[in-house]
């Protein structure tokens, strides 16, 4: 299993990003046993869930960034995004891609956002 992030940058204050999480591997022809999500970490502190979408589609986020983010998936081509509206600068982190099926995890390498003007 491979999950690639990409989409993270330096954006201002109010900005706007979105990342998109590609993977690939047999796994995905299990797409509706796979639930995937956004992780964030940064500088200091604990890797932080920020948003999953089960294979319903029914998603969850963090309280920090609900009604900002939006987290969808298309399982066509084994993609995940994540739209990220009205960025505040304690939404700067390395951002994971994670994939699970029951007792199986796996992570991306992230990708870096950095909000300041």
């Known amino acids: 299993v491979q999950l690639v992030e990409s989409g993270g940058g330096l954006v201002q204050p109010g900005g706007s990003l979105r990342l998109a999480c590609v993977g690939s591997g047999d796994i995905f022809k299990f797409n509706d046993f796979i639930t995937m999500g956004w992780y964030r970490q940064a500088p200091g502190k604990q890797r932080e869930l920020v948003a999953n979408?089960?294979?319903?589609?029914?998603?969850e986020y963090a309280d920090s960034v609900k009604g900002r983010f939006t987290i969808t998936r298309d399982n066509a081509r084994n993609t995940m995004y994540l739209q990220m509206n009205s960025l505040k600068s304690e939404d700067a982190a390395l951002y994971y891609c994670?994939?699970?099926?029951?007792?199986?995890?796996?992570w991306g390498q992230g990708t870096l956002v950095t909000v300041s003007s």
């Open positions: 994670n994939l699970r099926t029951g007792s199986l995890a796996f």
């Open positions: 979408i089960r294979p319903s589609g029914t998603t």
